[in-house]
């Protein structure tokens, strides 16, 4: 009997998984002929959160770069879509690509400063950073300064002629932001960078003793991720048409809320943000009318599920049914030919 060795860094899961996710995104493309306005901006919401998780695990679970101050590109996204249609001129799609592209260049000083921070010192320096750019904003006189301004009607009328079409056009706009973050990471993480994340989470002693450049390839990682937060800062403004400092850069709307995703879906897993997004719009919609009693439950979600489950939801599938269905690394699969 003869052993046959490959190696393989896919698996028949990640198969069916790749064409079951293909119908979906077809279904979803399709969402605007077939669903209601609620419906399309629901699941906008979903997709910009679920874009937002995917960040904030690349940038903690692989980076080791736990931040609570992510807002601060939430907001900083949002404003220059504003700023930009408003005084520049520019057509909205074109203020968002661009908003994304300022987002990376103002985290480079940024990250020059809170990299000289570790840990828990780390982490609170990116949220005083957030509240930094909140009251710098909040001083802006010509963008309504502390009570925000909305978006004129002429720029959204720009967007499409009518008011379902402008829907259907934030719809798909989250839609492929979503899709691009996750392919984003997805590749990233398959790739020589990917290889280095891994390394340094697992052991960054290690990772420097193998030649891996650690304050780089966590450089690299944080810039990205404020570009694209960015970008998904501004099309979450763009649906809601207005901006104030304190929604803008809410530490609880788009970092506690995020976070609770990463975690309860399973932090360090491309899977997890994804599992994450629909638990807790699960539990959003079913228990939000019970006003602090949802943020009660949330709570207790997360402790049970860290205490069972410290690797998340999809940790615990994972490890039980041994799936993957983004798989990264290489897998040694034996066959038996008599």
């Known amino acids: 009997m003869k052993t046959d060795i490959r190696i393989s860094r896919t698996s028949n899961a990640a198969k069916v998984a790749a064409i079951l996710a293909a ?3 077809v279904i979803l493309i399709a969402a605007p002929y077939w669903a209601g306005r609620a419906d399309l901006r629901l699941m906008g919401e979903i997709f910009l959160y679920l874009a937002l998780a995917s960040l904030w695990n690349l940038l903690a679970g ?11 590109y939430v907001g900083f996204g949002g404003y220059m879509l504003f700023a930009l249609t408003i005084f520049a001129g520019l057509p909205p799609l074109v203020a968002i690509a661009l908003a994304g592209v300022l987002g990376a260049l103002i985290s480079i000083p940024v990250a020059a400063l809170i990299f000289r921070l570790r840990g828990a010192y780390f982490a609170i320096g990116t949220w005083v950073m957030a509240e930094v750019f909140r009251l710098s904003f909040a001083q802006v006189s010509a963008l309504g300064g502390g009570s925000g301004t909305s978006l004129p009607t002429d720029i959204v009328r720009s967007m499409a002629d009518g008011r379902s079409e402008r829907e259907a056009l934030a719809y798909w706009l989250a839609l492929g ?14 790739s020589r960078k990917g290889l280095a994340l891994t390394a340094i989470r697992d052991n960054e002693l290690a990772s420097a003793s193998l030649g891996i450049d650690i304050w780089r390839t966590k450089f690299v990682v944080y810039v990205v991720t404020s570009g694209l937060t960015a970008v998904i800062g501004a099309l979450i403004f763009l649906q809601k048409l207005r901006i104030s400092p304190d929604a803008a850069f809410s530490v609880n709307d788009w970092t506690a809320f995020v976070i609770f995703i990463v975690v309860i879906g399973g932090i360090g897993t491309i899977e997890g943000p994804i599992i994450g997004t629909l638990i807790f719009f699960l539990l959003r919609e079913t228990l939000a009318d019970l006003g602090t009693i949802y943020l009660m439950v949330l709570g207790l979600v997360a402790i049970v599920v860290m205490l069972k489950a410290p690797q998340g939801v999809w940790g615990f599938i994972s490890q039980r049914f041994n799936l993957q269905l983004f798989p990264l690394g290489y897998r040694v699969e034996r066959h038996k030919d008599s």
Do not use: E
């Open 177 to 190: 932001a979503a899709l691009f973050v996750v392919t984003t990471v997805y590749l990233m993480l398959r």
């Open 62 to 72: 692989y980076a080791g770069l736990v931040s609570v101050g992510q807002q601060a």
């Open 23 to 25: 119908l979906i995104v």
